[in-house]
Nanobody, 118 residues
Framework: VQLQASGGGLVQAGGSLRLSCAPSGGTFSRTFMGWFRQAPGKEREFVAAISWSGSRSNYGDSVKGRFAIYRDNAKNTVYLQMNSLNPEDTAVYYC????????????WGQGTQVTVSS
């Protein structure tokens, strides 16, 4: 099973993108899902996470009010809606399944590049 993130691309500042994450060759287990990002020369940063039911979510401070995480378990997909993008959002975005509640030691998918031009 591989996690496949998609939906990245080049967008102008102020624009929007929606990322998707789905497993290839399998299905999600009943677990939280998270998004992280990493920009060149910077540490990996937590973006958002969502519970299995979708009733609980939390966000990194830098994206609160602009990004929204949600999931469609019937489609086996987790989404990250990104609005009001700015150049500081430029990064490779990864979806992650935590291992025993820990994302760093979890299952990381292939990232998708998001580039925001000024």
């Amino acid at each position: 099973v591989q996690l496949q993130a998609s939906g990245g691309g080049l967008v102008q500042a102020g624009g929007s993108l929606r990322l998707s994450c789905a497993p290839s060759g399998g299905t999600f287990s009943r677990t939280f899902m998270g998004w992280f990002r990493q920009a060149p020369g910077k540490e990996r940063e937590f973006v958002a996470a969502i519970s299995w039911s979708g009733s609980r979510s939390n966000y990194g401070d830098s994206v609160k009010g602009r990004f929204a995480i949600y999931r469609d378990n019937a489609k086996n997909t987790v989404y990250l809606q990104m609005n009001s993008l700015n150049p500081e959002d430029t990064a490779v975005y990864y979806c992650v399944i935590p291992y025993q509640g820990d994302y760093e030691s979890g299952f990381w998918g292939q990232g998708t590049q998001v580039t925001v031009s000024s």
